[in-house]
């Protein structure tokens, strides 16, 4: 396998570097349309008449593994063929502003990385464990590191990806060792042999192995610090696809995890529990620090993380659902969580491209240049409007189908009388976070598109070109149709969902078809309604005075844009609550309110996240020092360098004497 | 049909009248004469007969916003039964649909406050978005309650599911009571959270937000805001009128004259808050709904040993 798939990636890099420099995306968009074409007939067949096996072979390491396509793979193959597909699409336009700055073999490197990518997504998601998935695992984390890497001349982009890649290999780490215990136990390293595992040994050592391993992926609090280092220094369509469906494949490991419990209710509950409260944490955590960024995509980072979160709510509730013995609460959490998978990789890439087409146009991600762009931008600021009120999870758009769901379930447990008080905590948490994403997201949007332009940059920002929008079309279509016909989206995502936990996936669809056909009526009301008061608004209006006069200035004649609301300001009140949660870097003196003619000031204020600073405490100036230390074992003379292999070579035959090795 | 015909008509009297007695019940404490009881409904009426002034700033989207916030408060409206009656629609889990539409309104006036390029109104739309996501869980809280007692999550079967009088019941409906009318008091932006008549443009919270609307939009602003009124003072009613009387004759006039005579004697009597106590204000309600939903679980809990 590891054969076939490094001959077929050399074969994709030698069509990308032999193509000429402006043909290199269509190879590259062939290549993975390609891809995605084979993945969607597959996942159609998988849902249609079950599963698929694709290959099996043996390895050294692991013994017996094969690639096969379950419902669960098939889910995630969808959103990356999907998100694939946009994301190359969108590269063609992204990409044209630096084919003069940047050499033929960096642009191929980069359309070479990205098919890498997305293979070795697929190739996460159907491998069966093991070796082929570390492999495929380590194959993607190279890939993405290399598409990080794509403006490697600023300095803050190197820094971010080797963040990047350190913090991967760590996770890596953990996997690596979940695997082997599993593999020491079992005698196979299958993810179905966890099940097994489960049975014969203690199960939560493993389980939180496993889930550290992919929760760094995901970016579970507190291993979160390298999304949002990651994407403002990574092109906007290499955050979209890393964001909206690569940190998922954390969220399918976890699906592993939970598929393997077979019945085990104590377990069940037990795991449930860790789960939805890792999802409370990070669901809180992101939002909060997302509504306090300044940075167009440090804020899109923070929610993700935020929808992680909203994520493992749904799976928390799905298990400790089913534990209780509830088969309705547990199918709503996981169709929830299943579903919120499926809509978070289509708005966010769709958000994650607007920043690109800003970014473009602007050079920037800084909010705070900004404001006035929908008049620059008018096609980008519609589809960034429908994004941000997806995200938002409003109604009549499908990030609220899924939010609901959850809620149902979690309501259910309340009247049922099933675990209530972590229904409860739940509930709480979700309402705030769905309060706060507001507020972050209104915020994003009102500063950047919105008000008077900030800086000069605004007015010579044109609209992008149409292949870019086309891009960002092909999510919005989905997202409406999963938001205004629920009812039709919920009978894969049931099945799916039946082969993670269990339960009747026949029964989830019958108990969810007259809430979401009502919702389904309820969202196509809502946009009528809206619609008919505008029309009669516009048509009462045609015979009046309509008039333009300049904003309310509350009496003050001569404000000018320095005056306008910032970003900053905008999320002060809640930086008061989330202080805690911060570490400010301030740079300059603010304004005393002694000063009752202040002079001329520099202010500026960078909120950054308390767990960053995790990274520069005491054990990382320990291991500086310990460095130091070994550092000075490298002599630069041979003789040396020969006495440590020999000392080496003589430690290895002790230990062998003694039969430790 | 009949009865959901009369539902939503008598929610229209709701909603027309409060506004109504709050300005009576003002009068009458200040010793005034007061206004016509239906003044704010002829004020109306002549905004909607008037041109519009636009800011060139401002672009489409705060033509639209208007229409989004009436029209997400006229479906969330139409979700809400008066106790014994039923809602034109309902389905399993409005509650929290309800909850989402008042959402998707608030960011409607939110965005469009922030297209005017004012200072004044990005402090508004800012304060709004705050309060507005700190009240979120006060509400789910107060619902959740509502679904443990009567173990139905759409707002027609919660009610209709009216049980018995006992004490414990008594407890929580009347404190929930009290929560929604709290509710109220913050989403529609009155004393003590903040008050509608302030001439301080840098202290307002609702009323800063609507600056630059005129005619039309204007009204559509004030209709929206006298439905979403409507809405929780029927909510509050209900709770109470599930263990005195579950019956609309009694509903109906608990929900106008309960609620409008309330607020309009806290306006009369109390001062506004400072605007840094307001966040303090509103975690208070959030702690109280917390409160409100131990006691009821802990009861319910006993009701079942």
């Known amino acids: ?661 | 049909m009949l009865i959901k015909l009369l539902n939503t008509l008598l929610m229209i009297v709701v909603a027309l009248s409060i506004t109504g007695v709050i300005n009576r019940t003002r009068a009458i404490l200040a010793g005034r004469k007061g206004i016509r009881f239906f003044q704010h409904i002829y004020n109306a009426r002549l905004m909607l007969s008037k041109g519009a002034v636009y800011s060139p700033t401002t672009t489409v989207l705060f033509r639209i916003a208007p229409c989004v916030y009436l029209g997400a408060a006229i479906v969330a409206f139409l979700f809400i039964p008066i106790a014994d009656l039923e809602p034109i629609l309902s389905f399993h889990g409005d509650i929290i649909l309800v909850a989402y539409l008042l959402a998707l309104s608030r960011i409607a006036i939110v965005l469009a406050a922030l297209d005017t390029g004012s200072s004044f109104e990005g402090m508004g739309a800012a304060r709004e978005a705050l309060y507005g996501a700190l009240v979120e869980p006060a509400l789910m809280m107060a619902l959740a309650t509502l679904a443990l007692f009567c173990g139905y999550s759409s707002f027609a079967d919660i009610f209709a599911t009216a049980q018995e009088t006992d004490t414990n019941l008594t407890i929580v409906m009347l404190l929930l009571a009290y929560v929604f009318l709290i509710i109220m008091i913050i989403e529609s932006g009155r004393v003590p959270v903040d008050d509608p008549r302030t001439h301080l443009e840098l202290t307002m919270i609702h009323e800063v937000m609507c600056l630059d609307y005129s005619g039309i939009d204007l009204a559509m602003i004030n209709i929206a805001g006298w439905l979403k009124n409507a809405i929780w003072a029927v909510i509050a009613a209900n709770a109470v009128s599930v263990v005195v009387c579950f019956h609309w004759e009694f509903a109906t006039p608990l929900a106008i004259l309960g609620t409008g005579i309330t607020i309009g004697c806290i306006e009369s009597l109390r001062a506004r808050n400072k605007l840094s106590r307001n966040i303090t204000y509103i975690l208070t309600i959030v702690a109280m709904s917390a409160l409100v939903l131990l006691t009821g679980f802990l009861l319910y809990q006993n009701i079942d040993i």
Not at chain 1, 50 to 64: I, K, N, Q, R, Y
Not at chain 1, 563 to 576: A, H, I
């Open chain 1, 1 to 661: 396998m590891y054969l076939y798939t490094l001959l077929a990636a050399l074969l994709a890099i030698v069509l990308i570097f032999v193509a000429p420099l402006r043909a290199k995306v269509w190879v590259a968009t062939s290549l993975i349309s390609a891809a995605a074409v084979g993945a969607i007939y597959l996942v159609v067949r998988t849902l249609l008449l079950g599963d698929v096996l694709l290959a099996t072979f043996s390895t050294d390491m692991f013994g017996a593994e094969r690639l096969s396509v379950d419902p669960v793979s098939a889910l995630f193959l969808a959103i990356i063929s999907i998100t694939s597909v946009a994301t190359v699409l969108y590269s063609k336009g992204y990409v044209e502003g630096y084919l003069k700055r940047f050499s033929p073999t960096h642009i191929s490197l980069h359309y070479t990385a990205l098919v890498l990518l997305v293979v070795s997504m697929m190739l996460v998601v159907v491998s069966s464990g093991g070796f082929s998935f570390l492999f495929s695992w380590e194959l993607m984390t190279i890939a993405s590191f290399i598409l990080i890497l794509f403006e490697a001349d600023r300095h803050e982009v190197r820094r971010a990806a080797l963040n990047y890649l350190v913090m991967m290999h760590i996770g890596f780490m953990f996997l690596v060792a979940g695997f082997v215990m599993l593999h020491g136990v079992t005698g196979s390293a299958n993810f179905e042999a966890i099940e097994c595992y489960f049975k014969v040994a203690k199960p939560l050592p493993l389980f939180i192995i496993f889930f550290i391993g992919f929760g760094m992926k995901a970016g579970l609090f507190p291993m979160h610090i390298w999304l949002p280092e990651a994407h403002p220094a990574a092109p906007s369509h290499v955050s979209a696809i890393m964001s909206g469906v690569m940190i998922k494949t954390g969220i399918y490991g976890v699906l592993r995890l939970l598929q393997a419990i077979d019945h085990n209710t104590e377990l069940l509950y037990a795991i449930g529990l860790i789960v939805l409260l890792a999802g409370i944490v990070t669901g809180l955590w992101g939002v909060i620090l997302a509504a306090m960024q300044n940075d167009i995509k440090r804020l899109m980072a923070y929610s993700s993380i935020e929808n992680i979160g909203v994520i493992l709510i749904g799976l928390g509730v799905a298990a400790v659902g089913h534990a209780a013995g509830s088969n309705l609460i547990g199918m709503c959490g996981m169709c929830g969580a299943l579903l919120h998978v499926v809509n978070h990789s289509l708005f966010k890439s769709m958000l994650f491209f607007s920043a690109g087409n800003i970014y473009s146009r602007m050079h920037t991600t800084s909010m705070s240049q900004m404001g006035g762009l929908a008049k620059h931008m008018p096609v980008t600021a519609i589809l960034m409007l429908f994004a941000t009120v997806a995200i938002c999870a409003l109604p009549p758009l499908n990030g609220f189908v899924s939010e609901l769901l959850i809620y149902i379930g979690m309501f259910n447990g309340v009247s049922d009388g099933h675990e209530v008080l972590y229904a409860i905590g739940g509930i709480i948490a979700l309402s705030l976070i769905g309060g706060i994403v507001v507020l972050a997201f209104s915020k994003l949007y009102g500063v950047v598109f919105l008000g008077s332009p900030r800086s000069t940059h605004v007015a010579e920002s044109t609209e992008v070109d149409n292949q870019r929008i086309a891009a960002m079309a092909i999510p919005a279509m989905l997202i409406l149709v999963i938001g205004l016909l629920p009812q039709l989206a919920i009978r894969p995502i049931a099945l799916v969902a039946e082969a993670v936990t269990g339960g009747d996936s026949a029964f989830a669809v019958a108990a969810f078809t007259p809430t979401l056909t009502a919702l389904s009526y309820v969202g196509i009301i809502l946009i009528l309604v809206i619609a008919l008061l505008y029309v009669a608004k516009r048509r009462a209006q045609l015979k009046r005075k309509i008039e333009s006069g300049p904003t309310w200035g509350c009496g003050f004649t001569a404000p000018n844009i320095r005056m306008q609301y910032t970003g900053e300001s905008f999320s002060e009140g809640l930086e008061n609550i989330g202080r805690p949660l911060l570490k400010n870097m301030v740079d300059g003196r603010s304004v005393d309110k002694g000063e009752i003619f202040p002079k001329q000031h520099n202010y500026e204020v960078q909120h950054k996240d308390k767990v960053d600073s995790l990274l520069g405490m005491w054990w990382v100036r320990l291991m500086h020092r310990i460095n130091m230390y070994v550092m000075r074992l490298r002599t630069g003379r041979v003789n040396n360098y020969v006495t440590f292999a020999l000392l080496f070579l003589a430690v290895v035959l002790i230990f062998t004497l003694v039969g430790i090795l």
